[in-house]
Structures are given as structure tokens and as C-alpha cells.
């Protein structure tokens, strides 16, 4: 009972850190254009330097599973900053995702995957607005990704496709994606 006791306060404490790292970040971030993916393909605010290191994996990190928290970069084809989010892979196949963009144009995002071979693929949904707040339309992410660095790192591709409120593609945007894990210590 003890030992439980124990393991929740940790589990509470290692939360709060994570969500407080999350909203610092957050604090740092310029506005987009629509959804929780940025559009304007210009400079994006990333953390300081020594934020990303400190967040880094831990030993105990749950290796070989995507499961878990990342740090993620995507990139364009044309190799343009597009993103970059916190995710959160779930072990019961969902996936949330909040990116450094304004919350008013969409900065939460959710998704599926599942492992296929070597590979982890999701899908990904959202929905974007302007900066008046209103509705653009819904956005998927569909990426292929393969798990590197003893699990504490990911790479692949992604296709970002955004769309008006009748369904008709309005931007396209292909490019790679890398992320870091986040760990506790």
C-alpha cells in the first residue's frame, strides 16, 4: 500500500513537471495560420537549448515502444522549419499532440497508429481555424515512421493535408519528421 502510495505521488510529480514544461514552451511560440501545423513555413520558436537536453530520455524509458512523450520536428520536402509539437503516444493505439502554434488557429491534435513490420504508422486529425477563430476545415497527418536510437528517437515521413469545410483540399505539405523522448530525469 505504501509502495503505491509511493508510485502515484511520483507518477503526480513527474506529470506536473511534464505539463509545466509543456506550458513553458507554449509561451514561447508564434502565431500560425491554421491548425495545429504552421502553415506560414517561416522561423519557428523552438525551445532553449538547454530545455530540450534537460527533457531528454531517461534510462528507464519504455524502450523499443513509441509509447511514451517526444519532442518532434517536421520538416518540409523542401527542407522548411513546418513544426514542432509535443506528442504523446498511447499504448491502446491513440495519440495526442499540442504544437507551438496559437491555440486560437488549432493547437491540439489527435491520432491512431499501429505498428506494421519495423513500422509505426498514424494517422492523424485536427481541426483549423483562422485567426479570427473561425473554421477553415479538418486537417490529417498521415505519417510512416521507424524507431531509432535504442527507442529514444523516431524519424520518417510525414503528408499534411488541409481542407475547407466542404472537403476540398485547400494545402498539401510533405516533408520528414524527427523526434527526441522525453523522459523523466
Same mark, same amino acid.
Given at each position: 500500500?505504501?509502495?503505491?502510495?509511493? $508510485?502515484?505521488?511520483?507518477?503526480?510529480?513527474?506529470?506536473?513537471?511534464? +505539463?509545466? %514544461?509543456? =506550458?513553458?514552451?507554449?509561451?514561447?511560440?508564434?502565431?500560425?495560420?491554421?491548425?495545429? !501545423?504552421?502553415?506560414?513555413?517561416? &522561423?519557428? &520558436?523552438?525551445?532553449?537549448?538547454? #530545455?530540450?537536453?534537460? #527533457?531528454?530520455?531517461?534510462?528507464?524509458?519504455?524502450?523499443?515502444?513509441?509509447?511514451? =512523450?517526444?519532442? +518532434?520536428?517536421?520538416?518540409?520536402?523542401?527542407?522548411?522549419?513546418?513544426?514542432?509539437?509535443?506528442?504523446?503516444?498511447?499504448?491502446?493505439?491513440?495519440? #495526442?499532440?499540442? %504544437?507551438?502554434?496559437?491555440?486560437?488557429?488549432? $493547437?491540439?491534435?489527435?491520432?491512431?497508429?499501429?505498428?506494421?513490420?519495423?513500422?509505426?504508422?498514424?494517422?492523424? +486529425?485536427?481541426?483549423? !481555424?483562422?485567426?479570427?477563430?473561425? =473554421?477553415?476545415? &479538418? !486537417?490529417?497527418?498521415?505519417?510512416?515512421? +521507424? #524507431?531509432?536510437?535504442?527507442?529514444?528517437?523516431?524519424?520518417?515521413?510525414?503528408?499534411?493535408?488541409?481542407?475547407?469545410? $466542404?472537403?476540398?483540399? =485547400?494545402?498539401?505539405?510533405?516533408?520528414?519528421?524527427?523526434?527526441?523522448?522525453?523522459?523523466?530525469?
Amino acid at each position: 500500500m505504501i509502495a503505491r502510495k509511493a $508510485n502515484t505521488t511520483r507518477t503526480i510529480k513527474h506529470t506536473i513537471l511534464i +505539463v509545466l %514544461a509543456i =506550458l513553458s514552451f507554449m509561451s514561447l511560440t508564434t502565431a500560425a495560420n491554421a491548425s495545429c !501545423f504552421d502553415h506560414a513555413r517561416g &522561423a519557428i &520558436a523552438t525551445a532553449p537549448s538547454g #530545455l530540450i537536453a534537460k #527533457l531528454a530520455a531517461s534510462p528507464t524509458a519504455a524502450h523499443g515502444t513509441i509509447v511514451g =512523450l517526444w519532442d +518532434v520536428i517536421y520538416t518540409t520536402s523542401d527542407n522548411q522549419p513546418f513544426q514542432e509539437s509535443y506528442d504523446m503516444w498511447h499504448r491502446d493505439g491513440t495519440e #495526442l499532440e499540442t %504544437a507551438n502554434v496559437n491555440p486560437i488557429v488549432g $493547437n491540439v491534435c489527435i491520432g491512431v497508429w499501429e505498428k506494421v513490420g519495423s513500422e509505426i504508422h498514424l494517422h492523424h +486529425v485536427g481541426w483549423g !481555424f483562422d485567426t479570427a477563430g473561425d =473554421l477553415v476545415g &479538418a !486537417f490529417t497527418v498521415d505519417d510512416v515512421i +521507424v #524507431l531509432g536510437d535504442h527507442g529514444n528517437s523516431y524519424s520518417g515521413s510525414f503528408d499534411f493535408k488541409q481542407y475547407d469545410t $466542404n472537403g476540398k483540399l =485547400l494545402q498539401e505539405v510533405t516533408g520528414t519528421v524527427s523526434a527526441t523522448r522525453i523522459g523523466v530525469n
